[in-house]
């Protein structure tokens, strides 16, 4: 079989759509037995409370925020080596997912160091990377909307993405390092008691949740992209018909 | 070289040096021809950093303590108001598309750009920064590490600003081009202003200096080829 075939949209389209609901799917079983153990079988903790519950979520959305950024950047260099079209889509089909979980790792967050750290915002140094990571997604996107013409905004925003991918462990370490120097360790996250199993599993199962739907909702908004941008092509007026059941 | 090497317009052999030598030549003799709008570019780090006292009272130890941060943000966004000159004029009226025709390596016309620009507008906030250092009350030591930390510094912002400069040419969003700078510039921001603040704890400066300089060689190698890149797709 010949992956290559589905490296053009219209044989794409029809692919994302099938596997779409299957990971959609996915999503909403592992989210639901996540969040079942997450919020119900998980003990209670023993020096934070219920509070410390908000993690389960927290972890997911924190993980998937870094990694749909790597994601974003390999389709990136895929689409400026090889003058890929679909590569391109799918970057910009994921920039706003990440953007989106970037946002709700630093609510959730800030919601979880309110009861623990007795307060929203400490200028930790996994928060304030975390908010520089959310500037990159706006950056890219707002790069991408200035640009009129597909094909140079799929370029120009390409190229920013890799620069900010090779940015990204940079300015970790660099707020890791300027972090340590001014807060004399008043709080930290490493230190936490080790884990029980129970708590592991109910994080990677959201995790996995976080990914699925990550996944489902890229390949969704990237048949919406590969229709608007391929609306001259003649099977798209194929499919158009087709949907409406005019054969 | 031929004799007219040296002339403004005249065609050095191809070759990446002899474009870059070339282009910082010709772009440091347009600079030094508007004189009045470099110096508006000075002023303007000058007056930020004269606001912020205004803004927090002259409470000298306060001062002191905010002074390092102050100097290295109001250097970001001086580095920052001096880029859409970088290539917009070139743009506008066609010599960056001529440049990328040329014979010449882009990435080596393009470093010559990026040099010539530092030298007028990065050059002089490094000279200008001991004596904003001194209204801040910065100490002999402090004022010797802030400015060789903006001399290793600034340069950097020159270079990640050029790719950010190429990305947004033509485009009419202004702000844009701060947006995706600045958060490109936090690395540099945090090992500036740390050597400072290291220097007034006692710990000494090597380490963020030497991280500093780390990031200007990197970005002397990355930043360049990024630029021409960015600059071939944008007068596509």
């Known amino acids: 079989m010949n992956w290559f075939r589905f490296a053009s949209p219209a044989s794409f389209y029809p692919l994302a759509g099938r596997l779409a609901p299957w990971f959609g799917g996915g999503a909403a079983g592992f989210a639901a037995a996540g969040l079942y153990i997450g919020l119900i ?5 023993a020096t934070q409370g219920d509070a410390y519950r908000i993690i389960f979520v927290h ?3 924190a993980w998937m925020s870094m990694f749909i950024y790597l994601v974003m950047a390999f389709w990136c260099a895929v689409s400026l080596m090889f003058n890929a079209r679909l590569a391109a889509m799918m970057a910009q089909a994921l920039a706003p997912t990440g953007a989106l979980f970037t946002a709700l790792a630093l609510v959730t967050g800030a919601l979880w160091g309110k009861p623990t750290w007795g307060t929203y915002w400490a200028w930790d140094a996994r928060m304030t990377s975390e908010l520089i990571l959310l500037f990159l997604y706006f950056g890219y996107m707002a790069l991408r909307q200035a640009i009129d013409e597909p094909r140079r905004a799929d370029r120009a925003s390409a190229v920013l993405a890799l620069v900010g991918a090779i940015n990204v462990p940079i300015i970790y370490f660099s707020v890791k390092w300027w972090n340590t120097l001014h807060q004399e360790a008043s709080v930290s996250l490493t230190s936490a008691p080790t884990m029980a199993a129970v708590m592991l599993t109910g994080m990677l199962l959201l995790a996995l949740a976080a990914w699925f739907y990550s996944i489902a909702i890229a390949l969704t908004r990237v048949r919406a992209i590969i229709l608007e941008r391929e609306r001259h092509a003649g099977w798209v007026g194929e499919a158009a018909l087709a949907v409406r059941g005019v054969r | 070289m031929t004799a007219a090497a040296g002339e403004l317009g005249g065609i050095p052999a191809p070759g990446a040096w002899r474009g870059a030598a070339w282009a910082v030549r010709r772009d440091l003799r347009l600079a030094l021809r508007s004189k009045a709008e470099l110096g508006v570019q000075l002023l303007f780090y000058v007056i930020v950093v004269t606001l912020i006292p205004l803004g927090v009272g002259p409470d000298p130890a306060l001062l002191r303590a905010l002074g390092p941060g102050v100097l290295w943000v109001a250097a970001l966004l001086a580095s920052l108001l001096a880029l859409p000159r970088l290539f917009a004029t070139d743009f506008a009226d066609g010599t960056l598309e001529q440049m990328a025709l040329s014979p010449h390596p ?4 393009i470093s010559g750009k990026i040099a010539a620009h530092w ?3 990065g050059l002089p906030l490094v000279a200008a920064s001991p004596l904003l250092g001194l209204q801040f009350g910065l100490g002999d030591d402090e004022l010797v590490v802030l ?7 600034t340069p950097t912002l020159s270079l990640l600003g050029a790719v950010g400069a190429a990305l947004t040419l033509g485009l009419r969003n202004g702000a844009l081009l701060a947006l995706l700078v600045l958060p490109l510039y936090v690395p540099v ?3 500036g202003a740390g050597a400072v603040d290291a220097v007034r704890t006692g710990m000494g400066a090597a380490a963020e200096l030497s991280l500093l300089g780390a990031g200007l060689l990197t970005a002397l190698v990355g930043a360049p080829l990024a630029a021409a890149a960015a600059v071939r797709i944008a007068i596509d």
């Open chain 1, 59 to 61: 972890v997911a959305t």
């Open chain 2, 189 to 191: 921001l945090i090992f």
């Open chain 1, 41 to 45: 079988a998980a003990p209670t903790d």
């Open chain 2, 119 to 121: 030298l007028a507008t």
């Open chain 2, 147 to 153: 400015a060789l930390g903006l001399l290793l510094g």
């Open chain 2, 106 to 109: 882009l990435p080596g016309l």
